[in-house]
């Protein structure tokens, strides 16, 4: 069994107090689904001694680490934004950044888009199939798919190509964040065909 730690959205206090103990000491590698400092992910990265892979949110920046020197993306962190990669694990990811556009903000796309951006995907997830007899393990986004997880308000819309990938593709989980629902937790897991859809907003450990 694979275990991953994946993180999104909020910074979790529980995760820089534990993240270097037992709670997380079997964990295998770490995914972030966006929308958290770049600092808080080098943390994840230098106390779990455990490799990461990630997408951007919708608002994401570049963060500057000196006077002279900025960042646009986590050290250490490997970025999955129109790419598919595989563990040493031997678990196949593949990832998308970003949201529905709502205020021409960065990382933001119209639903044109994001069909492009799939459809870039689509030869990695064939030959992902030829070498390894199965397409993809988890699909690693900001968004959610199109009603599934996501919400109603612009910014909060769910992306119709993703939904699309999971019908045809079939990945193990689908991997995201953006959408924050305090009031129900309970919608953060979702079964749809044969994957399971979840908001890892905050922190959650997934067991592959």
């Not at 808080?40 to 892979?53: A, R, T, V």
């Not at 949110?57 to 002279?68: C, L, P, T, V, Y």
């Not at 009603?147 to 993703?162: M, S, T, V, W």
Request: contains cysteine.
């Amino acid at each position: 069994m694979t275990k991953i730690l994946a993180v999104s959205d909020e910074e979790s206090q529980f995760i820089y107090h534990a993240i270097g103990g037992e709670r997380f000491k079997d964990i295998d590698f770490v995914i972030s689904c966006g929308d958290l400092p770049y600092f808080y992910l080098e943390y994840i990265i230098s106390m779990s001694n455990k490799d990461l892979y990630y997408v951007k949110g919708n608002h994401a920046h570049k963060e500057e680490i000196s006077d002279h020197h900025q960042s646009s993306g986590p050290q250490g962190g490997r970025n999955l934004h129109l790419k598919s990669m595989r563990t040493p694990e031997g678990i196949l990811l593949a990832g998308i950044e970003g949201s529905i556009l709502y205020n021409r903000g960065p990382h933001q796309y119209t639903q044109g888009e994001m069909w492009q951006m799939v459809f870039r995907l689509v030869p990695h997830l064939f030959l992902n199939f030829l070498q390894y007899n199965r397409y993809l393990d988890i699909f690693v986004t900001h968004a959610p798919p199109w009603k599934i997880n996501d919400q109603q308000d612009l910014p909060h819309q769910g992306i119709k190509a993703f939904r699309w990938l999971l019908e045809v593709f079939h990945p193990r989980y689908h991997l995201h964040g953006h959408t924050h629902d305090y009031l129900n937790r309970s919608g953060i897991k979702t079964r749809y065909l044969q994957t399971d859809v979840i908001n890892v907003t905050g922190y959650q450990i997934i067991e592959f």
